[in-house]
């Protein structure tokens, strides 16, 4: 966490496969000074016939009441060295930045019921990244996470850009990353030709087998 300004005395340990209603480790601007706090990603919903709120689209985050107080005043950063995105039929895969280095995603951070929560914003999929999905984390430039972090809302407006796709990566992985339950660091290994041909085959005579849904829509 040093790369954001943050120290931190408690031992961390690596997270692969974080979900919605998980909790996570966020920064937010505290005072003068950085601070990282625990989270949980994603709103319950308000009633019955509402969703649970995961993601908060840049295009739109100033003007929907759910979204622009927070855009405003209480904006945060997600440390994360990749995501998970799902290509039909249900194929999972891995994106990270070419050199596998960490990024921050912009995000906004809520209190429900004493705890803290937090969506991630999304931006449009860039190019190539779009035949995986249109929808992408919104992928804030390291020179912008400070500035992110403290000044105004209108301020913040200049950082509402779609990330370049050749800073991107990406690659096949197993449908384990589907499962909540599961989170080591095998899910971000590639998928050999063996394995995709395997799963090509197995895909025809069944079906594609469910998996989770899409994380940045």
């Not at 921050?104 to 937090?118: A, K, V």
């Not at 984390?137 to 996470?145: D, I, K, T």
Request: net charge neutral; hydrophobic share 40%.
């Amino acid at each position: 966490m040093r790369q954001f300004g943050v120290m931190i005395m408690e031992t961390l340990q690596p997270r692969w496969n974080v979900a919605p209603g998980q909790t996570a480790l966020v920064i937010q601007q505290s005072d003068l000074h950085a601070q990282a706090v625990h989270a949980k990603w994603g709103l319950p919903p308000a009633s019955s016939k509402q969703s649970f709120l995961i993601n908060a689209r840049m295009e739109t985050v100033t003007e929907k009441p759910t979204f622009r107080d927070a855009f405003a005043a209480r904006r945060c950063l997600i440390a994360a060295t990749g995501w998970y995105e799902w290509s039909a039929p249900r194929q999972p895969w891995h994106i990270q930045l070419r050199d596998g280095g960490l990024m921050g995603f912009g995000g906004l951070l809520f209190t429900c019921d004493g705890e803290t929560h937090f969506v991630v914003m999304t931006s449009a999929a860039e190019a190539d990244l779009r035949a995986i999905h249109h929808r992408q984390p919104l992928v804030l430039p390291r020179s912008s996470w400070l500035s992110w972090l403290t000044s105004d809302g209108r301020t913040a407006e200049q950082y509402l850009q779609v990330p370049s796709t050749r800073q991107f990566n990406w690659y096949r992985v197993g449908p384990a990353v589907g499962k909540t339950t599961e989170d080591h660091p095998r899910l971000v290994t590639p998928l050999d030709e063996a394995q995709l041909a395997a799963e090509k085959s197995a895909s025809r005579a069944a079906g594609a087998a469910q998996s989770q849904g899409d994380l940045f829509a």
